[in-house]
């Protein structure tokens, strides 16, 4: 019995202890950058964070991959220590996004435009090349196809039924899920720009929507958020195909190889100037009211543009990133150092 | 049907039982044993890391230091120059295409390698020391075998130069195999070769304990109320129906709780192990109560009789006879139901714990990820080093579950009274 | 045997037990006689330890349990809301069917009521009211060396004189007996009854029991209950020799049912 | 025996068989006492033998009594109304057996008597032997009946047994004064007098026995006795 009590004494002493740890360092400012945002800029981002953090005077920036709508929508709920200074976006800020921000009080944001991502449509090594054009990937792909000026479920089941030229192969195709900011980028790039003007103009107004919707017979397969997992499934299938991010496939080319689009392969040049068909710009973000608040957020946004990380031999394009092209590179160079904000109206 | 054949009728259908028994225990040994494989045959080299020994020339006066040569102005000194130097003497390079090609044979820490040693051994001063330096992921994967090198070069991750450099090295034997303490001992890294679990199992710990403080005593004390000083009337029957429900709730809606009241509301910091903690403990409270009540329920009424017959208080015979002998049983209950919070993953992921953390946590309200998480971040990089430290925390992590789960049973066999 | 010169020490008047909407008790009276051993028999579910449980209000603890009308200990109520229980039940000790030390050692045991009631000063005390209870309850010589070994260690027998030294251990005035042999062996039941027959000098003793044989043996006056009513209470060489009620007899005799 | 039976079937079995047994030696030695008088009164030395043999039967069935009572106390422990069987069995077997020996006794003293017996020696002896035969009659018929009345008329009767027993005895010492010569026929007489005489207090016993059977009391005061002997 007296143990006992001394036992709840202890047990007493440690809760009181913890309870006063936890609350005494949680009213402290964080000293802390706290990104969150797109899976897309995420492995950029997290590289940049952790030579940030190396370099020593500022701690290392914590980066949370919550895609692109979610990290908005933390990024434009208010100002303070509870909210993020940066959010990662795999496409520039929506009109909506922007008006959320200003509501809350988010009224100084700086634009970076991080570089530029590709797509790539690959198979395995063990198939032949192949190349593309992107209407018949989205005539692969599609919900609805126009046939003779009618709109149908899609009707083909080889490649050589959307055109003679291609293989006689099964379509076979891994998406990833409309969740992911890949599919969002394939569905801009691909699925709208190769819908066919007669499909749009059948499907009206809905056109973007409906142009972007995938079939659900069997030969599109949504293979799950993990690319690694849709380069292992390639592999292992050569008759089957997959789109995700050009760093994936940079890392796995004993695997895995690029199909061209429009007869143009995927490379460095080709998605900085756009020549490749499926590239697109990266962001982020960032509160202005946060800079001298946050210790080191400029420093990190130097940082994050300096030429060492973003320039054309920076270490980003090591895994994958697609440098700017120099005039783009100077004006969010300037962006960030100068702490340009921009319009939200 | 005579006698004999109605009893050999019987004895076949035992035998069929006993083979379908049979048959299914052995299915599930083999997926066990798939699993274990596959995670193991991955996730066995994550334990070795590969060392390159490069001869480092200390020559003090690349430092650029100003004034006497201590520990202190060597941790503030830039080792950038004498790095890249010492390590591009390891094999000729005719321009800076090729340097830089024989700079990415090492991990991006090898100028901190260099420091460290230099650091721990101040004496090595204006000498030339041969020191080991991780090498980079690609090297690495290529010494494990987990890259193929008979592919034409624009599909390898490794150049025909660094080949070179690499099958140089090994003739040499310069090129070694070393036991990854990074780890255990460092926090997440874009680069695989220095990635640990080091933070995230900061994270895990805090979060547990976190959860541990919270959901023990207030599990206990419910379960004692509701076991021995409630009424029984409606209102308690309510309430244990409803820990009964909780108790099956999908862990996720435990996540959309933490993030809307801790986060939300309360404005707890995010992605914090204080947060994960509180939010797990709503999750395992309705777990950890069920067991309690199950453990004070097999005290025998004879053990409480026997205390009330000597003038015992009802508080005096629970908190002297029927807490203590439920103890081993509510203990056990307690460690499964936070081996379950230690392997979640859901709710982590609402309250922002999927994030890159470097530093590792030194307090609860540091941000920080946890084992499970982990494995999810590193599943989804495209570094292939990764796959195999996927499957080392995940090792790891079954590690954890396994011991937590042996010592409940343990507990509950050394210390739990028989009653005959 | 007479028993006009005993003093009453129990006196239950017109109690009635509920058990929910059961009755389990109806208008029980029965005198019990100080420093003497009263055995109530009866088939399973007569009332007889409903019946003992009201003695020291055991019964409180059963939630759906209500008990109506009178027990009186040396002429006081006991079912008055300001009686204390815990100092009733230091006053009316209690044995069970089953042997239930606790899972502690023999010492801690006896030492548990005397410590949740202040009744020891220093470690000397204790250990001189552990002795004596042991060895009133005819233990002591078996267990004296091995005093930190646990009391499940005991054998049945002895446990259940470790429950009687530990209900002796608080100096009570009533020690009630649930079926205490029930779960033990002849030898060890004869210890037992030799026990009783020791302590009915110094205490007033009820015993339930299910053996006619025992209760003849222990007691000196019986009661008889049949359907949580007392059918007869007659000195005790009456009742198993010639009792006056015929359901009393065909009980005993083994008519019954 | 109570309106309900024992739950266990074989202990009613027992108990049944117990008071079987009894009545059957009630019968035998009501029969060895009837023979045996007539035996006396008859002086019929013919039928000496076959009661000294028909002993033997009644001894043997209280050993079997004796038996099954142990039997009974061991196995059932019996309680009230059954241990007061029990034990009212085993003594009155013990009274019928001892009323078979004294039966035997009587017959035995037939032998020596002469064959022409006086009748003035015989009258009171015949007349003492019909009293103690009806007190054996009514003895086991109230032991079947559990008649209480009648075990206490028995018992109180057993005051003329005494009475007439004096009055046999007085008979016989009056014959003995008138010749000397009658002296080992009159002995001889006396014994079978006295053992008549015991008999009726054995069936006396019975009564008591009977008794307590019935009320799990003992029969109160002094037991009424007859005149002593004057001799």
């Known amino acids: 019995m007296f143990n006992k009590e001394i036992n709840m004494k202890i047990i007493k002493n440690i809760v009181a202890v913890i309870a006063i740890l936890s609350f005494a360092s949680y009213a402290q400012a964080r000293d802390q950058i706290k990104i969150v945002g797109s899976s897309t800029v995420y492995p950029y981002a997290t590289v940049v964070a952790e030579k940030f953090g190396k370099q020593g005077s500022f701690k290392t920036p914590v980066i949370e991959s919550t895609g692109t709508g979610g990290g908005m929508k933390l990024f434009c709920a208010g100002i303070g220590v509870n909210h993020p200074d940066i959010t990662n976006a795999s496409r520039a800020i929506k009109s909506k996004e922007k008006a959320l921000c200003e509501k809350n009080g988010v009224k100084d944001i ?83 720009k190769g819908c066919s003007k007669e499909a749009k103009s059948l499907f009206g107004d809905k056109s973007k929507k409906e142009c972007a919707k995938m079939r659900e017979d069997g030969y599109a397969v949504e293979a799950g958020e993990n690319d690694t997992l849709i380069v292992q499934k390639l592999a292992a299938n050569p008759d089957a195909y997959g789109f995700f991010g050009y760093s994936y496939y940079l890392a796995n080319k004993d695997k895995i190889k690029a199909a061209a689009i429009n007869g143009v392969k995927p490379s460095l040049e080709g998605i900085q100037d756009y020549s490749y068909p499926i590239a697109r710009p990266l962001f982020f973000y960032a509160k202005k009211a946060h800079v001298g608040v946050v210790p080191g957020l400029k420093e990190f946004l130097d940082a994050f543009t300096s030429k060492k990380a973003m320039g054309s031999r920076g270490y980003l394009t090591d895994i994958g990133l697609v440098p700017l092209a120099s005039d783009k590179y100077k004006v969010t160079r300037t962006a960030a150092k100068d702490l340009v904000t921009i319009n939200l109206k | ?266 404005e707890f910091p995010r992605s914090t192990p204080l947060v994960a903690g509180i939010t797990l403990s709503l999750m ?67 309250i922002g714990m999927v994030a890159f953390v470097v530093d590792i946590p030194s307090s609860p309200v540091d941000p920080s990820a946890s084992l499970p998480v982990q494995v999810y971040l590193w599943s989804e990089q495209a570094e292939r080093g990764f796959v195999e430290k996927t499957s080392a925390t995940i090792m790891m992590l079954l590690g954890f579950l396994i011991v937590m789960n042996f010592i409940a049973v343990y507990l509950r066999q050394k210390f739990e009274k028989k009653w005959n | 045997m007479e028993l006009n010169n005993s003093k009453i020490k129990i006196k239950a008047k017109n109690l009635n037990v509920y058990y929910g909407k059961k009755q389990a ?49 040396d002429g006081a109520e006991i079912n008055e809301k300001n009686v204390d229980v815990v100092t009733l039940r230091e006053k009316v000790g209690m044995v069970f069917q089953k042997p239930n030390p606790f899972p502690k050692s023999i010492y801690d045991n006896i030492a548990y009521g005397p410590i949740i009631h202040g009744a020891a000063e220093n470690k000397d005390q204790m250990d001189n009211i552990v002795e004596t209870s042991l060895k009133k309850a005819a233990l002591w010589d078996e267990v004296k060396d091995r005093l930190n070994e646990p009391g499940t260690s005991l054998s049945g027998g002895q446990q259940q004189r470790l429950c009687i030294a530990r209900a002796l251990s608080v100096n009570p005035e009533v020690i009630l007996m649930d079926e205490p042999c029930s779960a033990l062996d002849p030898i060890a039941t004869a210890k037992i009854e030799e026990l009783i027959d020791d302590l009915k000098k110094s205490y007033t003793i009820v015993i339930v029991t299910h053996s006619m044989a025992q209760a003849v043996r222990v007691s000196q006056k019986t009661g008889f209950f049949h359907l949580g009513k007392i059918i007869e209470v007659d000195s005790t060489e009456k009742i198993f020799k010639n009792p006056a009620n015929k359901m009393t007899q065909d009980y005993i005799t083994g008519r019954f049912g | 025996m109570s309106g309900t039976g024992h739950t266990v079937k074989s202990y009613e079995e027992e108990m049944q068989s117990l008071n079987d047994n009894l009545v059957m030696m009630g019968s035998l030695t009501e029969n060895q006492m009837a023979d045996a008088m007539a035996a006396v009164i008859k002086v019929d030395k013919e039928s000496v033998d076959k009661i000294v043999k028909n002993d033997g039967k009644i001894n043997e069935l209280r050993t079997t009594i004796d038996n099954q009572i142990t039997n009974v106390l061991v196995k059932r422990a019996p309680m009230a109304i059954d241990l007061r069987i029990t034990i009212s069995t085993m003594k009155i077997s013990h009274d019928l057996e001892r009323i078979g020996d004294l039966a035997k006794s009587v017959a035995k003293k037939v032998k020596p008597l002469p064959v022409d017996l006086p009748d003035e020696l015989i009258g009171s002896l015949r007349r003492l032997g019909d009293l103690v035969q009806k007190q054996l009659k009514d003895a086991l018929d109230a032991y079947l009946n559990r008649s209480k009345d009648k075990a206490i008329e028995i018992w109180k009767k057993d005051e003329q047994v005494d009475d007439l027993t004096n009055l046999a005895m007085n008979e016989v010492a009056t014959y003995l004064q008138k010749d000397k010569k009658n002296l080992e026929m009159a002995t001889h007489l006396l014994f079978v007098t006295k053992n008549i005489e015991r008999a009726g207090d054995h069936i006396t016993n019975i009564a008591e026995s009977l008794y307590y059977l019935i009320e799990g009391e003992y029969l109160e005061g002094a037991r009424p006795k007859g005149k002593p002997v004057e001799s």
């Open chain 1, 110 to 192: 700086i634009e970076v435009v991080v570089g530029n991502d590709g797509i790539t449509f690959s198979h395995s090594v063990k198939s032949p090349d192949a190349n593309f054009t992107k209407e018949q990937l989205w005539r692969a792909l599609a919900a609805k196809v126009d046939v003779n000026g009618k709109l149908v479920e899609n009707p083909y089941k080889k490649w050589s039924d959307i055109d003679a030229s291609l293989p006689s192969k099964k379509i076979e195709i891994l998406i990833a899920p409309p969740t992911s900011g890949t599919r969002d980028a394939w569905n801009s790039l691909v699925m709208n």
């Open chain 2, 1 to 266: 049907m005579t006698k004999e054949q109605r009893l050999k009728k019987r004895y076949r259908a035992e035998k069929r039982f006993k083979m379908y028994g049979l048959i299914s225990v052995s299915l599930a040994v083999i997926f066990v044993l798939i699993l274990v494989q596959n995670i193991f045959s991955k996730g066995s080299s994550a334990f070795s890391r590969t060392m390159i020994e490069v001869a480092v020339n200390y020559d003090s006066s690349l430092l650029e230091l100003e004034g006497p040569i201590n520990q202190n102005s060597l941790k503030d000194a830039d080792f950038y120059d004498l790095a890249v130097e010492s390590l591009l003497k390891i094999y000729p390079a005719k321009d800076s295409k090729e340097e830089r090609q024989i700079l990415r044979l090492f991990s991006p820490d090898y100028e901190f390698e260099i420091k460290d040693f230099l650091i721990k051994n101040p004496n090595k001063i204006d000498q030339i020391v041969p020191v080991k330096i991780t090498a980079s992921d690609d090297i690495d994967q290529l010494n494990k075998g987990n890259f193929p090198r008979d592919l034409p070069e624009d599909r390898r991750r490794v150049s025909n130069y660094q080949l070179n450099i690499y099958d140089n090295l090994i003739e040499k034997e310069k090129i070694d195999k070393k036991f990854n303490n990074y780890l255990f001992t460092k926090g997440d890294s874009r680069d695989p070769e220095l990635a640990g679990i080091g933070g995230s199992l900061m994270g895990s710990f805090f979060t547990i304990i976190i959860c541990l403080i919270l959901s023990f005593p207030i599990a206990i004390m419910a379960s004692i109320y509701l076991e021995e000083f409630a009424p029984k009337n409606k209102i308690t029957d309510f309430i244990e129906i409803n820990i009964n429900n909780l108790a099956a709730v999908p862990s996720i809606v435990y996540g959309l709780l933490g993030l809307g009241i801790l986060l939300s509301v309360m």
């Open chain 2, 284 to 350: 395992t409270l309705p777990r950890i109560i069920i067991p309690c009540r199950a453990s004070l329920k097999a005290v025998p009424p004879s053990i409480r009789e026997a205390a009330l017959s000597v003038g015992a208080s009802k508080f005096q015979t629970v908190f002297h006879h029927v807490v203590p002998l439920a103890m081993p049983g509510t203990l056990s209950g307690t460690i499964i139901g936070l081996a379950q919070a230690l392997g979640e993953t859901a709710p982590l992921i609402l």
């Open chain 3, 25 to 73: 008790l109806f208008d029980i009276n029965l005198d019990i006689n100080q420093k003497e051993v009263t055995a109530l028999i009866g088939p399973s579910g007569c009332g007889k330890s409903t019946f003992i449980r009201c003695i020291n209000r055991m019964n409180d603890v059963i939630d759906i349990c209500k008990v109506e009308g009178s027990v009186e200990i």
